[in-house]
């Protein structure tokens, strides 16, 4: 069982129940997740992960594309309910990156930690970014990418998120050690309980998306 289905596994053992606006879900608080280059290897072979729309979406991300428009043109639905533009979400942020990548590389200082924090929790937004900080640390030569996030949908978002902070890793001049999520609320919606089960089955699984 890869480090992904554990953490899966353990919602399923040891979670709380919750009722919030989208509906039932079964919970976890302050969990860790550290990824060896292996671990994510067999993530992602072993996961179904969209990784062309992921990577595409991160791109648009980090152009500072607004328009749901412009993610449907790439396949990417999920962002529709947001209304037609994304109001202080991810590319608000993630629109910086670029430019801390091209820092990063130019610099490679072993005694800095290089930080993107995503979301304000004083600006209106129509969909507040789940992952909240992202740190770069050099650790003997290796990137070491370290990642905060408020609330992680197991199912859905958890994986994609993991894609990207990979994507984000690659664009860095350095082999990497390790990703670590640390998740605040790590959660799975009461109708994917059963498609979780049966993920950890081994059988193939489409999980349906939870929004409001």
């Given at each position: ?17 919750q ?81 801390l ?16 924090f ?95």
């Amino acid at each position: 069982m890869n480090k992904y289905h554990q953490i899966l596994n353990k919602i399923l053992e040891k979670g709380s129940i919750q009722q919030n606006k989208k509906g039932s879900i079964i919970y976890l608080l302050n969990q860790k997740l550290e990824l060896k280059p292996y671990d994510l290897l067999e993530l992602f072979e072993g996961h179904p992960v969209a990784r062309k729309k992921l990577k595409d979406e991160l791109g648009l991300f980090m152009a500072g594309e607004r328009s749901t428009e412009a993610y449907r043109d790439i396949g990417v639905s999920w962002w529709d309910y947001c209304g037609p533009i994304l109001v202080n979400s991810y590319p608000t942020y993630l629109e910086k990156l670029p430019k801390l990548i091209e820092k990063i590389n130019n610099e490679k200082r072993t005694s800095k930690n290089y930080v993107l924090f995503l979301g304000s929790n004083d600006t209106e937004s129509n969909q507040h970014p789940c992952l909240s900080l992202i740190q770069f640390q050099i650790d003997n030569g290796k990137l070491v990418l370290t990642a905060y996030q408020r609330s992680s949908d197991a199912n859905l978002g958890l994986p994609a998120d993991i894609y990207h902070l990979y994507l984000i890793a690659k664009q860095i001049n350095l082999k990497l050690k390790s990703i670590t999520l640390f998740l605040g609320n790590v959660h799975v919606y009461e109708n994917n309980i059963e498609g979780t089960k049966q993920l950890l089955n081994g059988d193939a699984v489409k999980f349906a998306l939870n929004v409001g």
